[in-house]
């Protein structure tokens, strides 16, 4: 298991974000966005890899 703390991640634009592949062999991302509601991007998709 891997923990981090959100501190420790970088801050970018409005959201903390673990980029996995920058982290090791994690096959995951994860972008905790600090916003009001209603904010931020909408439904998307990203090209697989």
């Known amino acids: 298991m891997y ?3 959100e501190e ?6 409005s959201s903390h ?9 994690t096959g995951v991302s994860v972008f905790l966005f600090h ?3 209603g904010s ?4 998307h998709r990203h090209p697989p890899h």
């Open 40 to 43: 931020g991007p909408g439904p």
């Open 35 to 37: 916003g009001k509601p």
């Open 17 to 25: 974000e673990f980029v996995g592949a920058e982290q090791g062999n």
């Open 8 to 13: 420790n991640l970088p801050f970018v634009g």
């Open 3 to 5: 923990h981090v703390r």
